[in-house]
């Protein structure tokens, strides 16, 4: 099945849609094809783009309104397919970084904040906008702006690090920025482990050399639980998690951009080896506050300011997740009984087990995943057996013997439910079109799994 890929979205190329034209919007939101992003080796470029958007007064003179002010690289000689592509996508960024609406004033002090977002062409395609939101130099009162790198590769860490030195130099001036992000787009994407290394020139200080290293383990490279279990309990994060097994509906409250976007991309990172499949927003833009209205699966982040407006909203079955006091604000109210019971207990007390005893966050990552990977390795590590191929290659799943094949009668009920969904389906058929045997680290765990099971069987007989 190969490594884990960056959730899906189903955000928009598309520009800024007025005010009154927002149901269109969301119906292109339930429009738009679920594809995985590509898993990348290494030797892609860093990013696509580096941009920097400001707030313009409207014409009107009332609101600001989010602006394009400086792009690298200007493009050049593009065929009018790209032309156009190029367009729909800058048309949408300015949205996404700015989504808390129009209406600023000038500050003196304004806590920086970092944040993502994912944009989906209609082919499938996604490009990751990497935000770090702050008040450009002086002391007078001024905006924002922010600086948005636009990437294929989902890896969290990695971009948060060249978002830490564009803004070093940006404090200095845009012209010092522009050679580092002239090296990092020379240089290839670094394969799992490795480092690139990139000499760079900064007035009054020097030749600074920076190191970027991409984590060996590159499964959860793109995420980090911090935010999530700060702000939520065990026994929440769980119930979340079901929801999304589930595909249910799932809204997240925060004030900051910054908690919103690093607590749903963890949410979603928890479903590994499955991918979410539906609308995906991290930071709904107020524009498009009416995707909280759709009756299909969604999970999208919303800042608290719009709380009245959400809860004012024809929602259908909803689980809000208020990440501001850790509360749940509305739900269908079953959370704590979709998963079995014997395998929540194994998740909590993993989970429990692990606590006090985090470190750095690539070991909060793994702690925090691997009980939920157990989870699925135990309900449906089997699947490989269960599908059959014909001469060319091609499999076929068999469905009923797969869930039969399980001797817990909890589980069976469970997996019965969990194969209809587009996440379980998605994750088949990329198996049954696969002809080389299953790799990655989920197959890693079902391979350890099975070990383990054939070591106690060995024990039981022994003392027999």
């Not at 940006?170 to 240089?187: D, K, N, T, W």
């Not at 000499?199 to 030749?207: L, Q």
Request: hydrophobic fraction near 35%; charge should be neutral; aromatic fraction near 12%.
């Amino acid at each position: 099945m190969g490594l884990p890929r960056w959730p899906p979205s189903t955000s928009l190329w598309l520009p800024r849609p007025p005010q009154d034209n927002v149901g269109a919007a969301v119906k292109e939101l339930e429009r738009t094809p679920e594809y995985s992003l590509p898993n990348f080796t290494g030797g892609q470029h860093f990013f696509e783009y580096l941009l920097v958007v400001s707030l313009k007064k409207k014409r009107s003179g009332k609101d600001y309104e989010p602006t394009i002010t400086y792009q690298f690289p200007k493009r050049e000689n593009l065929l009018r397919g790209q032309q156009e592509e190029e367009e729909r996508l800058l048309g949408a960024i300015p949205l996404f970084c700015f989504p808390d609406g129009n209406e600023w004033v000038p500050l003196t002090e304004y806590p920086r904040e970092t944040f993502s977002f994912v944009l989906t062409n209609v082919d499938g395609s996604r490009k990751i906008g990497y935000c770090r939101r702050l008040l450009p130099a002086g002391s007078d009162p001024r905006l924002p702006r922010v600086y948005c790198i636009i990437s294929c590769i989902g890896c969290f860490g990695l971009f948060s690090k060249i978002l830490d030195e564009v803004e070093k130099r940006h404090q200095i001036s845009m012209a010092v920025i522009y050679p580092f992000m002239q090296g990092l787009r020379e240089a290839a994407f670094p394969a799992p482990g490795k480092t690139v290394t990139l000499k760079s020139f900064i007035p009054d200080s020097g030749t600074e050399f920076i190191s970027l290293t991409r984590p060996l383990d590159s499964h959860l490279e793109h995420v980090d639980f911090s935010s999530l279990l700060k702000c939520l309990r065990f026994e929440q994060i769980l119930q979340i998690f079901a929801s999304a097994v589930l595909e249910r509906r799932i809204i997240f409250l925060a004030e900051d951009l910054s908690t919103l976007s690093q607590c749903i991309h963890a949410a979603a990172a928890l479903l590994y080896p499955f991918n979410w499949a539906h609308t995906y927003i991290p930071v709904v833009p107020e524009s498009l506050l009416a995707t909280v209205c759709c009756p299909t699966p969604f999970m999208v982040g919303v800042q608290m300011r719009f709380l009245q407006e959400v809860m004012d909203s024809p929602m259908e079955e909803v689980l809000l997740v208020n990440l501001c006091d850790g509360t749940f604000l509305m739900s269908v109210g079953d959370e704590k009984d979709i998963l079995p019971p014997k395998l929540q207990d194994d998740i909590l007390s993993s989970l429990g087990h692990q606590k006090g005893e985090f470190q750095p966050s690539e070991q909060i990552n793994e702690h925090v995943s691997g009980p939920f990977v157990q989870f699925f390795v135990k309900t449906v590590g089997h699947y490989a057996s269960y599908i059959k191929r014909e001469a060319n290659g091609q499999g076929h799943f068999q469905e009923r013997a797969f869930y039969k094949a399980l001797h817990s009668k909890a589980n069976r009920r469970f997996v019965k439910k969990f194969v209809k969904t587009q996440l379980f389906s998605l994750f088949i058929q990329e198996a049954e079109k696969s002809k080389n045997p299953p790799a990655g680290y989920f197959q890693q765990k079902i391979v350890e799994y099975e070990e383990q099971k054939k070591q106690k069987k060995s024990k039981e007989k022994t003392v027999k």
